[in-house]
């Protein structure tokens, strides 16, 4: 629950507006009309996290998941597939077998697959990899087990999305933090419920939500385009918080 909310910019915009975009983030839209050396964002806010209750399903269900048509026409974007080539077939129906096609355990299983098998790395740039990419490296970033719990799951039916936000703790020893990111699902009965393959937990109060899309670029914390001639331009950032 947001608490309280603020957001400095400098140099000052000569407009800005907020607003909710089509998947229901709240997004603050920003226009300079004059030339500037540097962009400066502080965004700051206070919210009080709750832990999630136990997931279970209101009645008895197997995979593939299916929707009433009312949930279908209204989740059919998150429910798109993803590419899946042979090993992640041949994985994605070792989960569905172990878990004995039952929704709830084969989400389980999925998020401790992969967070027992795939090594986390912290990568700076680049888009996520494709799944076939995760699996053949064994290695990837929370972007890249995020997207790749998503294709297993929307291979069974399941509407799932891209979030990005805060966690609780650190991402690395030495203390710096980074925003972080991971997928959820929608459960019938239930609705979305997120999972961290990262660590292999259920999301509840150690994470904190800034957006969430059906595709990880619809879920970046900043986005915008600029004009110049021989530009040249460095991005940083600093991520703090205080948990309590």
Known sequence: MLQDYRCDIEPNPSASNTCLDHEGNLVLRARFDQPTHRLEIT???????????????TESS????????DEHLHLAP???SLAL????????????????????????GVNTYIHENIQREIRHDGGPQIP???LARRRGACRDVSVLFMALCRAQGFAARFVSGYQAKPEVDHGRRF????????????GWRGYDPTHGSIVAD?????????????AAPIEGSYYGVAVESRMDFVISTDVQ
């Open 43 to 57: 965004s700051r806010f206070v919210a009080t996290t709750f832990p999630n209750d136990e997931c279970e399903l």
């Open 62 to 69: 197997s995979l593939p998941i299916v929707y009433s048509d």
């Open 78 to 80: 998150y429910c798109e």
């Open 85 to 108: 080539e042979a090993p992640a077939r041949q994985l994605l129906n070792q989960l569905v077998a172990a878990n004995d096609q039952q929704p709830v355990q084969f989400l389980e």
């Open 132 to 134: 076939s990419q995760t």
């Open 179 to 190: 925003l972080h990111a991971w997928p959820e699902v929608f459960i019938p009965g239930v």
């Open 206 to 218: 150690a994470h904190v939500p800034v957006a969430a899309s059906r595709t990880p670029t619809g």
